[in-house]
């Protein structure tokens, strides 16, 4: 594209975020909000593109949080290009890109947290204890720092989509919360900022996770009701593949995240696998929704 | 007083309010909230008159919050009077009163709260620990539904007030927290909707507490900065009243609210004390500020 873009600001305080916010609502104008962890690649763009289209402006964060990693996470290590994010928010149509440090987002003596039961347990929340409280905690923090008309998430955190819808129902937030489709490489796998840990030959047998899924899509849309047999073929697929850990397939209900034994009702077919070091998620609404 | 009152509207549902709220938004004004649990007294009448000065619109909110009693409290005792509560807004200057049910405001499968570490497990918590997490999740509830530009809490309940303004600071509220004075009885007795259980006896002997606090005042105010010195004279005021059982009497550190062996910082002198089957609480903050 040869399309002349005007440089976006970058804001690192709260306050300063605040008052751009403010003066857009002064004004009439309708905020979008796309919370990241930067590293952003094609499924934020698709975020911010949708709000974009939403909204007249569109915030998007880049944060880090240090509060959703546990203690053996990839905290450290987790990729960061601030420069790369920003041209990548200016080409998507965002407004603004927001990227606080965690001493401007955390006190050191900080004392409250949002923390949810059950729903955050299953699936991601069995291996990850402490992940969906920081995640509800951050943000319910950029909802109360950014007060956005409305939110846009990617289905690919299909567990943290519904966490948060559930954070903002018994908050009463009063804010849309935008579920957006995953969007994939040309050979299936789900885009994310995790991937670049992959070595070549991970990467290559990666997309195992899409054939996989797709494997167990095919038998749901074709009449097949039971959990156990949809998952024994996902599980099928992704045991083909030599590299690969399964860490957990389950199919399971939106309200409870519940593992349920027939699709007699919406549901969420997740999974999650490790392929070396790294750890992957992926997953399917069936039927398509949300 | 003669003069002529406008009745105000008792709203009872979530969208009722938010709709209301929104259109003075719209129109510019400025909203405070009062948020209360009902059978209203003076020391409520001066948190609604005070709001009613600083903003253009009041909401006062009337719900006894199911979960911030303990199992063994007194949530089904506790007193109601919405005519008198409505006839009492419309005379200190409210705009509207929001009386939700508990059904409105919890879903029954609702799985977030907010939690609070370390100050709420101090002075009051120490015998209520469900309470300030209670307290914190309906007060985020009841922010994001008005979204007010300020909120009144009175001091009287002084950890309650620490407990809301660290929760603000933590998350981010963009609200301003104002904490009101206490507000006392002829004798001396701080004004409280649980003073209607007390027994005749018993209230004749309750301004023992705030003669107590006095006395500790005077010693803090004539230069004595030794906590434990303060603590026994209080404590001997206390004492001289057979009918009270002491729960605690405790100088805290306003951040941390943990106790402090002396007066070299901004304090709060805290007391609760049971009379037969009543609970009462009083305080004083030294130097007088927050």
Known sequence: MSEQLSPIPVVHTIDAIRE?????KRQGLSVGLVPTMGYLHEGHQSLIERAAQDNDRVVVSDFVNPI????????????????????????????????PTPAEMYFPNRTTAIT?????????????????????????????IVTPD????????????LVIRRMVRDLNFNIEIIGCPIIREADGLAK??????????????????????ERGRML???????????????RE????????????????DLETVHPVPTLDQPVLVALAVRLGTTRLIDNFFFPDEL
Chains 1, 2 share one sequence.
């Not at 030959?201 to 054939?211: S, Y």
């Not at 749901?220 to 996902?234: N, P, T, Y």
């Open 237 to 252: 697929v992704l045991d083909s593949e030599p590299l690969t850990d399964t860490e957990y397939v389950e199919i399971v």
């Open 20 to 24: 751009l916010v403010q003066e857009w």
């Open 192 to 213: 994310s900022s995790r991937n670049t840990y992959l070595t070549e030959a991970e990467r290559a047998a990666a997309p195992v996770l899409h054939r996989a899924l």
């Open 68 to 99: 959703q990693f546990g203690p053996s996470e990839d905290l450290e290590s987790y990729p960061r290009d601030l420069q790369r994010d920003t041209a990548l928010v200016e080409r998507a149509g965002g407004s603004v890109l927001f990227n």
């Open 116 to 144: 949810m039961s059950t729903i955050t347990e299953e699936l991601c929340g069995k291996t990850r204890p402490v992940h969906f409280g920081g995640v509800c905690t951050v943000v319910a923090k950029l909802f109360n």
């Open 220 to 234: 749901a849309e074709s009449g097949e009701r039971s959990s156990e047999v949809i998952i024994a073929a996902i």
């Open 150 to 161: 409305r939110a846009y998430f990617g289905k690919k955190d299909a567990q943290q989509l």
